[in-house]
């Protein structure tokens, strides 16, 4: 841990209990990921939108995968983010923002049981066939709200319709930049089910199984600068049919489930997700610009250099603070939607130019794929669209304050 950590660490005095968690994974990122990263860098498998499982099993040997699910599940950390009633961790908010952010520090994907909140609202026969199996990690789930015309308004201009005719739901329509749509079991799509009501009561889920044969996914996906493979793909939706038991929760709100799993699972804990990163380039940076010398002096002796790593020090500790804070509100009961696009906004933001200045700051190394820092801009940069871009942060923002 170099001294900047150190530093960092004492910035927020978090509960003891939440410290144990925080050191446990720290130890973990130290003894097992650290040491799998150059690996991981230099195969063509390695993914920002794949599931750690698929990542870990396309790149090392099934002993190294097989150790690393046991060490998740032997600490508890494999649910880390399910509820206690579910047999997950039950740990606050703030303890799972904490631990993220240590993992986040390595290239090397930490396997987790991946299970969207929305899920929690299954009943009947759904928890069985859809909820159990995300928990144990033998079902993965999609999430299909984005379409071609309908990106940062989808409540306002989605075309994607469900109709009950024949005592059934004909869905229709297409979703865009659906991650995982390709590989995963079942997919969350949201559709219209009252046209005059659209966000405000009439946008329904529906849980489709993955081989419904009115659903296709377009198999050769979107390419993006993220993975060597297209992780992204474009589902329509002909005459889908789907029963009255694949509406998840109620008829008609199956918009806010979605905005609620945005405010918590995408923005809020995106912030971790940039932080780790930040804090791993802050850290090369301090360290190389103490051994690389130019004409006569270290780097760190140059005013342009320790300005950067200055700045991105401060931004560190801001966006810490303020995932720290809007952990602690949304673990009271405070709706924090304002204060999570905040956090998404602030950690995309200044994260990107941190790993740009850690980029720079290393030079033509800041390139290199053997280190971590241009794979972790380009997942930093993509914060600043994916889950909602920085420009609808800023328009939530300001709708609360000019309210």
């Known amino acids: 841990m170099t001294e900047a950590t150190e530093l960092a660490a004492h910035a927020f005095r978090l509960p003891d209990e939440i410290r144990q968690f925080q050191e446990l994974a720290r130890q973990i990122v130290r003894d097992e990921m650290l040491p799998l990263e150059q690996k991981y860098l230099a195969h063509p498998a390695k993914s920002h939108s794949l599931r750690a499982r698929d990542a870990l099993r396309a790149i090392f040997p099934p002993e190294v995968v097989q150790r690393l699910y046991k060490l998740s599940q032997d600490t508890g950390l494999w649910g880390l983010n399910i509820p206690e009633e579910h047999g997950g961790s039950g740990l606050p908010l703030l303890a799972k923002a904490v ?11 930490f396997p987790f049981a991946e299970v969207p909140n929305i899920l929690y609202h299954c009943k009947g026969e759904q928890i069985d066939r859809y909820l159990r199996p ?9 999430f299909a709200q984005t379409e071609p015309n309908a990106g940062s308004d989808p409540g306002g201009m989605m075309k994607t319709a469900a109709v009950r005719k ?16 390709l590989a995963c079991d079942f997919v969350m799509v949201q559709a219209v089910t009252d046209p005059d009501k659209r966000q405000r009561g009439g946008i329904t889920m529906f849980l489709v199984d993955r081989d419904n044969p009115g659903m296709k ?6 390419p993006t600068w993220l993975d060597s493979t297209p992780s992204q793909f474009i589902v329509n939706f002909d005459d889908c049919r789907v029963p009255d038991s694949a509406v998840l929760g109620e008829v008609g709100q199956g918009f806010a489930m979605g905005q609620r799993w945005l405010t918590i699972m995408d923005r809020l ?24 010398v130019t004409f006569g002096k270290p780097l760190a002796e140059r005013q342009a250099i320790q300005w950067k790593i200055v700045d991105m020090y401060v931004a560190i ?4 603070n303020l995932i720290y804070e809007v952990a602690s509100r949304a673990d009271a009961g405070e709706d924090v939607r304002t204060e999570a696009a905040m956090v998404k906004l602030a950690a995309a933001e200044w994260g990107a130019r941190a790993l740009d200045d ?22 930093v940069r993509h914060a600043r669209i994916g889950g909602g871009a920085d420009e609808i942060q800023r328009m939530m923002i300001a709708r609360s304050l000019l309210a």
């Not at 631990?99 to 994907?109: D, L, R, S």
């Not at 804990?269 to 360290?287: H, T, V, Y």
């Open 317 to 320: 500790r801001a966006v810490r």
């Open 269 to 292: 804990l995106r912030g971790p997700f940039c932080l780790g990163k930040m804090q791993r380039g802050l850290d090369m940076s301090i360290d190389w610009a103490k051994q690389r």
């Open 217 to 222: 996914v377009v198999e050769e996906g979107l």
């Open 99 to 109: 631990i993220m952010e240590e993992f986040y520090y390595c290239a090397v994907p």
């Open 358 to 379: 850690a980029i720079q700051i290393h030079g033509a190394m800041g390139e290199a794929l053997e280190l971590p820092l241009s794979l972790f801009y380009r997942y």
């Open 134 to 142: 995300c928990i144990d990690g033998s079902k993965i789930a999609a």
């Open 166 to 181: 024949n005592g059934e739901w004909s869905i229709n329509g297409t979703k865009m930049w659906i991650s995982n749509a």
